[in-house]
């Protein structure tokens, strides 16, 4: 939390999670995380629940490979309903796009600070393969207006 000057204080942090989750809860959102991360994300979320002194209302932590498997399964494509994937299958397929796409996102305020890891890279890693994916199988050329809102990570803001 230290370095940046718009860094937030754990209770503030919460302040924003419970306002989020609160939202989330009453409109039903889950929050997706890799399946690597799954249990440090609860984890985190239940150690500033408990540091703050605030219930934590991110109560639907989901994986993302689940979703992916219940895309496919919902896909209406002969060749996809043919074959069979399972988390591992997923977990692979994400592990080497991401190694594929590692370049082209670079976080660098955590690399600035020498941080090893940065869990919005592989948020739009995946957002940047599934939109590549889903335009070429429609056949339509991929352009930044395909994109989640055009965001790259020098555009998400620290204050949130």
Do not use: W
């Not at 043919?82 to 976080?107: G, H, K, M, P």
């Not at 690399?111 to 869990?119: A, E, K, Q, T, V």
């Not at 890693?125 to 991929?142: K, M, P, R």
């Amino acid at each position: 939390m230290e370095g940046h000057p718009k860094s937030k204080t754990p209770r503030e942090i919460m302040e924003i999670l419970q306002k989020i989750g609160k939202n989330s809860v009453l409109n039903a959102i889950p929050v997706y995380v890799s399946s690597n991360e799954f249990d440090v994300v609860s984890k985190s979320l239940n150690y500033l629940s408990k540091l703050t002194g605030m219930k934590n209302y991110f109560n639907r932590i989901l994986c993302f490979e689940d979703l992916i498997i219940d895309c496919l399964a919902s896909c209406k494509n002969e060749e996809l309903n043919q074959c069979s994937f399972n988390e591992r299958d997923v977990q692979a397929i994400l592990d080497s796009v991401n190694y594929t796409y590692n370049e082209q996102f670079r976080c660098d305020y955590h690399y600035d600070l020498n941080c090893i890891y940065c869990s919005m890279r592989p948020c739009l890693i995946y957002v940047n393969f599934l939109a590549d994916h889903i335009t070429s199988f429609f056949g339509i050329a991929n352009t930044k207006n395909h994109m989640a809102v055009g965001i790259v990570l020098k555009d998400i803001p620290f204050d949130i």
